[in-house]
């Protein structure tokens, strides 16, 4: 361009003398740079504008979803710690060997037949995440709350997983061997059952090293589960106080 305008002003010079046909030439040349420049400029305010719709879209669809959430998160807490203080009663009596106590221990081994759903699924995270869109947040903690939900979602389901797992492999069997399913069950499960069948022998749980086992590492997955519970509610709430500012924005 600039070996072009050289050669424009001088072959200039020589032709027109009073300099009209280089200044013409040389206006319809910047007003030529110009309305590309000017194109650009509204193409590319065009693209960021679509961006900034679409990241708000986003923004607005994790909100709908995270919402809600949170107070079942809170509630999935207080129903681990009521699992908690019937799991430390069993550890309890076992440990007493109190046959007065057997009754309460019969009441209270519910938590042990009882896999706690701790599952939580966010589709548009996901989805946000895993796109390119990611890259034009502009707001840094937003992407660092979003990459730790990522991050404690995927503990909590892999924790559900596990505890599906053991007991389908672990206490399912013991249960099926040692326990009248009928008599143990939640409260909320009694009125599926039909009461009855052979009666489960407690006395004979007092020296079981299998359910003291079970019990003990119940206890110690329901006190994790509490605080992914309790965590994951704090950042779902911070996460949808930073998106409401900017979708309001």
């Not at 946000?128 to 503990?155: D, F, H, P």
């Not at 505890?163 to 009928?182: G, V």
């Not at 994790?224 to 779902?236: A, D, P, W, Y």
Request: proline letters at 3%.
């Amino acid at each position: 361009m600039n070996k072009f305008l050289k050669r424009l002003v001088d072959h200039s010079k020589k032709e027109d003398k009073s300099g009209r046909f280089l200044k013409n030439g040389l206006v319809e040349i910047l007003l030529v740079k110009a309305g590309i420049l000017l194109a650009l400029a509204i193409y590319s305010w065009y693209v960021e504008y679509q961006e900034k719709l679409k990241i708000k879209e986003y923004f607005t669809s994790i909100s709908q979803e995270i919402k809600p959430a949170i107070p079942i998160a809170k509630d999935k807490a207080k129903q681990t710690d009521s699992l908690i203080i019937k799991t430390v009663r069993c550890l309890e009596i076992l440990n007493s060997k109190n046959i007065d106590s057997l009754p309460y221990l019969k009441t209270n081994l519910g938590p042990l037949v009882w896999v706690n759903s701790q599952e939580f699924s966010f589709p548009a995270v996901t989805e946000l995440l895993n796109g390119s869109y990611i890259e034009k947040v502009k707001n840094k903690e937003t992407i660092a709350l979003l990459r730790e939900l990522k991050q404690q979602l995927s503990i909590i389901n892999d924790n559900h997983d596990y505890s599906t797992n053991r007991y389908l492999l672990a206490i399912e069997p013991f249960t099926n061997k040692y326990l009248n399913y009928t008599e143990v069950a939640l409260p909320t499960k009694q009125s599926l059952l039909v009461q009855g069948g052979p009666k489960t022998n407690y006395e004979a749980l007092f020296e079981n090293m299998v359910l003291w086992n079970l019990l003990s590492q119940k206890l110690e997955g329901y006190k994790s589960q509490v605080i992914r519970q309790e965590n994951l509610g704090k950042l779902l709430k911070a996460l949808s106080e930073n998106l409401e500012s900017q979708i309001n924005d």
